[in-house]
């Protein structure tokens, strides 16, 4: 019975190495990359651009984990070539192309916040407002619509593009920016009326009237339905 135990650690032990590793090793954590020590300013620019460029491939084939990665490494590798910067702003769009949108949208605010006057901060601008909008609630047939739902991701839309058309009005994508901007603050809009009839249900009156006009001060430009039209007459008509 002892040799059999025996015979049986022993198995374990050969079939899983974990088992044969010195405590520390457990914790070991990832390897650091060290900086390239390279002292010849040219090579060192482009060993630095070619990491990147290879990174920039990767992100533009939707390999979005290997291009964090690689964008990862030149940031550490080449700390002190434009290439780091560029980098940076890769990284935090990595992020995005794997849905990572709280660390894309962290990555995007560190970049505008680290190089105010880089030249990339209009596309940083615009990776905002395109992070942001993607992460809005959809439309599916087994959930509530989406004004019934969290748009804390449609309000920050309505932020980020209001600073792009701040800083970039003249830039090509402005268009376009501005009718993303519409879309979300006529879903806003839609939930604000959405409360306001949920509050008359209730019984609350006068506070649905209050939200009702908060939601028309707001959103003056967007248009309101018939069908709004009669519930404020109705509404109005149980306050008096």
């Given amino acids: 019975m002892k040799m059999f135990w025996i015979a049986s650690l022993w198995l374990a032990q050969v079939s899983n190495p974990m088992l044969n590793m010195e405590p520390e090793g457990l914790d070991r954590q990832p390897e650091r990359i060290e900086a390239d020590q390279e002292t010849d300013p040219i090579k060192y ?134 009718e993303i901007r519409t879309a979300a603050r006529k879903l806003l809009y839609q939930q604000a009326v959405f409360l306001a009839h949920w509050t008359a249900d209730q019984g609350r009156h006068h506070a649905a009237l209050a939200r009702w006009k908060a939601a028309r001060q707001e959103y003056a430009d967007l248009p309101t339905t018939d069908r709004d039209k009669a519930w404020l007459k109705s509404v109005t008509k149980l306050t008096k």
Wanted: glycine letters at 6%; proline letters at 4%.
């Fill in 45 to 178: 620019r482009q060993k630095a651009k070619k990491l990147y460029d290879r990174a920039q491939q990767l992100l533009a084939n939707d390999l979005g984990i290997e291009a964090a990665q690689s964008f990862r490494t030149v940031i550490e590798k080449y700390p002190f070539s434009r290439y780091a910067v560029l980098a940076e702003l890769g990284h935090a769009q990595a992020l995005a192309a794997q849905g990572e949108a709280e660390g894309a949208l962290a990555g995007f605010t560190r970049f505008l916040k680290q190089h105010p006057g880089h030249p990339k901060t209009v596309d940083v601008r615009h990776a905002i407002i395109e992070t942001n909008w993607a992460e809005r609630p959809g439309d599916f047939a087994l959930l509530p619509p989406a004004y019934e739902r969290d748009l804390e991701d449609a309000r920050a839309t309505v932020i980020s593009a209001n600073a792009f058309l701040e800083f970039h009005a003249d830039d090509k994508r402005a268009g376009k920016v501005r």
